[in-house]
């Protein structure tokens, strides 16, 4: 096959914007004032435990990522839904529910109201409108057909994560709770929300009826080459009278923070676990887990019900084959002794309905 240098230099542009979008290699800092926390920095944040936060990962990586966001991969059958199915499947189900539209981005529905999770439903994953990590799966229901949404929750500022078309194009912003993590709330607030909290981790927030607390994560934060690790990154709690959510948009693996928040929480009726984007692991170990890995933290948490996330949506994040997660993600939790029906792996566009494991435990738990 022949290629036009017109072609060649806009893969090779392509690639340094790639390249200039991540995140620079930064060692841990130590911080000698006794008023901060531990993860945080003179300039912004860090991972505590301590791992490294990612590593530059070299232009033939990024020449790949470009190369794989011109193909559309053959989708296999019964990956998604059309925009009537999902449309229809939602407004079926009148109990809890979870809605899959893709990536990290998912709708919960619990205590009658709406959360939307990491808001990305448009084309590019990218500081441009052109080009980028590229979406093969459109969202299964378009921005301006989505129900009224009560809470979004942010996981951090990636914008596979955080995609500042959806942000600006939701209805309702007068009425929106934007919870997020540190450093994200200029974000929102420039682009017409007024109901924007902050939190740390450990830092919770009630908004009628449903509380959301922030816990760590092993990843960092970035939206061009000047501001790395500048805002926090996190897992959220979710936590409603009736149920217990779990939702990490990204994260390494750290037995250490999971564990602990098994301790903490006792129980999850579901964790929403990221399957995808790990491959080649001396680059992703730090920021992604493998699906095993991601097993590993819903048993580490003690969920009863395991979300698949993260994957079968973008095409050009990572080396991995795009549908191989789901199929490690069910052998290891076959392994570990976890049955089919507390493996979720959704379809784009699908809801299924969220029923309590442990209405009793719930009450029982501190949630600080």
């Known amino acids: ?54 590593a530059p990962k070299g232009l033939l990586f990024y020449i ?35 809605t899959w539209l893709g990536h990290a981005s998912f709708l919960i529905r619990v205590a009658n109201k709406t959360i939307l999770t990491d808001p990305f439903l448009s084309k590019y994953a990218s500081p441009v409108s052109w080009a980028g990590p590229t979406r093969f799966v459109e969202s299964p229901i378009p921005i301006n057909k989505l129900p009224l949404i009560d809470i979004v929750i942010v996981s951090h500022n990636h914008y596979d994560h955080l995609d500042d078309e959806t942000v600006s194009n939701l209805k309702n912003k007068d009425n929106i709770h934007i919870v997020v ?11 017409g929300y007024t109901k924007v909290t902050e939190l740390d981790w450990g830092q919770s927030v009630s908004v009628e009826g449903i509380e959301m607390t922030a816990e760590p994560a092993v990843h960092d934060s970035a939206r061009s080459i000047a501001d790395h690790n500048e805002t926090l990154w996190a897992s959220w709690v979710i936590n409603s009278a009736q149920k217990r959510i779990f939702f990490i948009g990204d994260t390494g693996y750290s037995d250490t923070i999971f564990k602990s928040l098994g301790d903490k929480y006792g129980s999850f009726d579901y964790a929403i676990l990221p399957i995808g984007a790990y491959e080649p692991r001396e680059l992703m170990w730090m920021s992604h887990t493998t ?78």
């Open 181 to 191: 993590p540190l450093g994200l709330k200029p974000f929102f607030i420039e682009r």
């Open 1 to 54: 096959m022949k290629y036009t240098n017109v072609s060649i230099c806009m893969i090779l542009v392509l690639a340094i914007l790639f390249a200039c979008t991540s995140t620079p290699f930064e060692h841990p800092q130590s911080i000698s004032s006794s008023n901060k926390p531990t993860h945080h920095t003179s300039s912004g944040y860090q991972n505590y435990p301590f791992v490294e936060t990612a």
């Open 291 to 368: 699906p095993e890995e991601a097993v590993s933290i819903g048993i580490d948490v003690r969920a009863k019900t395991l979300i698949a996330s993260h994957w079968g949506t973008i095409s050009s994040l990572s080396d991995e084959p795009i549908f191989s997660p789901p199929i490690r993600f069910k052998k290891s939790g076959d392994g570990n002794g976890l049955l089919d029906k507390n493996l979720w792996t959704m379809k784009v566009g699908e809801t299924r309905p969220l029923f309590s494991n442990n209405l009793s435990n719930h009450a029982k738990q501190p949630l600080n």
């Open 64 to 98: 790949r990522r470009v190369w794989s966001s011109v193909f559309v991969p053959d989708i296999p059958d019964g990956h998604t839904l059309s925009e009537w199915e999902s449309t229809e499947l939602l407004n079926s189900i009148k109990s809890d529910s979870i």
